[in-house]
């Protein structure tokens, strides 16, 4: 299964190597026409059901707004699960009434909430929250699960642990069960800069000594070309107004941080070899 997305990479457009292996999600590896491309004219998109697992309210939008506002205008049913109430920046009714906000400009369902702790998501006991995102994803029944990568986008420590979290749900389900995921990835060395200023502000929640090849390091299976949802993906951003501290939509986190992020959107498709640990 793995092996035909590879095979795929370089000679599919993007859109359709997201959803071709997307639709392949809970089907046997013994089928042999899952290797053969969708028929012309076909969008596999229309059934799929994506979900996002993210740590706060924000998440869904510098790093994946594009992708569900596209997947959603395809007739994919999307929505975001948000783990945290988002408290630890702010006022958390705010915080959900921009997140809800920011899903239906998208076009994307109501959004779920979890009350883990924001901050403390790497103190979370392993077992019980393994089990509750188990229980996520047994009852939403996704085809892709979309999350963060391997250096948290900016190496939040709450997202470093939905990162680990959520490959670990994901390869404990059962093959017919198993969704694919997706993390998104960044150019390379994109966030260092935006580490560097939350250091340098004591922000805790970052790790101490990231270089710039930590950030973007893995590289991008699928780059979806979101030019064409970059209007909307800021008007979810500007949905977020308690994080915005007065800033345009467009320099939301840093000034100039966003301007790439309008333009792509970058796809790792995590496999067995990627393991659970990074
Ligand atoms: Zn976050």
Same mark, same amino acid.
């Given at each position: 299964?793995?092996?035909?997305?590879?095979?795929?990479?370089?000679?599919?457009?993007?859109?359709?190597?997201?959803?071709?292996?997307?639709?392949?999600?809970?089907?046997?590896?013994?089928?042999?026409?899952?290797?053969?491309?969708?028929?012309?004219?076909?969008?596999?998109?229309?059934?799929?059901?994506?979900?996002?697992?993210?740590?706060?309210?924000?998440?869904?939008?510098?790093?994946?707004?594009?992708?569900?506002?596209?997947?959603?205008?395809?007739?994919?049913?999307?929505?975001?699960?948000?783990?945290?109430?988002?408290? %630890? +920046?702010?006022?958390?009714?705010?915080?959900?009434?921009? &997140?809800? /906000?920011?899903? =239906? *400009? #998208?076009?994307? !369902?109501? @959004?779920?909430?979890?009350?883990?702790?924001? %901050? +403390?998501?790497?103190?979370?006991?392993?077992?019980?929250? &393994?089990? /509750?995102?188990? =229980? *996520? #994803?047994?009852? !939403?029944? @996704?085809?892709?699960?979309?999350?963060?990568?391997?250096?948290?986008?900016?190496?939040?420590?709450?997202?470093?642990?939905?990162?680990?979290?959520?490959? #670990?749900?994901?390869?404990?389900?059962?093959?017919?069960?198993?969704?694919?995921?997706?993390?998104?990835?960044?150019?390379?060395?994109?966030?260092?800069?935006?580490?560097?200023?939350?250091?340098?502000?004591?922000?805790?929640?970052?790790?101490?000594?990231?270089?710039?090849?930590?950030?973007?390091?893995?590289?991008?299976?699928?780059?979806?070309?979101?030019?064409?949802?970059?209007?909307?993906?800021?008007?979810?951003?500007?949905?977020?107004?308690?994080?915005?501290?007065?800033?345009?939509?467009?320099?939301?986190?840093?000034?100039?941080?966003?301007?790439?992020?309008?333009?792509?959107?970058?796809?790792?498709?995590?496999?067995?070899?990627?393991?659970?640990?990074?």
């Amino acid at each position: 299964m793995v092996g035909v997305c590879q095979h795929w990479r370089q000679t599919t457009p993007p859109y359709a190597k997201l959803w071709h292996c997307a639709a392949m999600a809970n089907h046997t590896t013994t089928d042999q026409t899952l290797g053969a491309a969708p028929p012309v004219g076909r969008d596999p998109t229309t059934s799929l059901r994506l979900l996002a697992v993210i740590p706060h309210p924000d998440d869904e939008t510098y790093a994946m707004a594009g992708t569900l506002a596209a997947a959603a205008q395809r007739g994919a049913r999307c929505q975001v699960c948000c783990v945290t109430r988002g408290e %630890g +920046g702010g006022d958390p009714n705010v915080r959900l009434g921009e &997140l809800e /906000r920011a899903c =239906a *400009l #998208l076009g994307v !369902a109501p @959004p779920l909430v979890l009350d883990w702790p924001d %901050g +403390g998501l790497a103190e979370l006991p392993v077992e019980p929250a &393994l089990a /509750r995102l188990r =229980a *996520l #994803l047994q009852q !939403a029944r @996704p085809d892709v699960v979309l999350g963060l990568g391997a250096d948290g986008a900016y190496g939040h420590s709450d997202h470093l642990a939905l990162h680990r979290l959520l490959r #670990l749900t994901v390869f404990g389900l059962e093959p017919v069960d198993r969704p694919q995921l997706f993390e998104a990835v960044f150019p390379p060395g994109h966030f260092h800069r935006f580490w560097r200023a939350l250091r340098r502000a004591g922000f805790k929640s970052v790790p101490k000594g990231w270089g710039p090849e930590r950030f973007g390091a893995v590289t991008a299976d699928v780059v979806l070309p979101i030019a064409g949802f970059a209007e909307l993906k800021l008007a979810a951003i500007a949905a977020h107004v308690s994080q915005l501290n007065g800033r345009a939509p467009a320099d939301f986190l840093m000034p100039g941080l966003m301007q790439p992020l309008l333009e792509e959107e970058r796809w790792h498709h995590v496999t067995w070899a990627d393991g659970v640990s990074s």
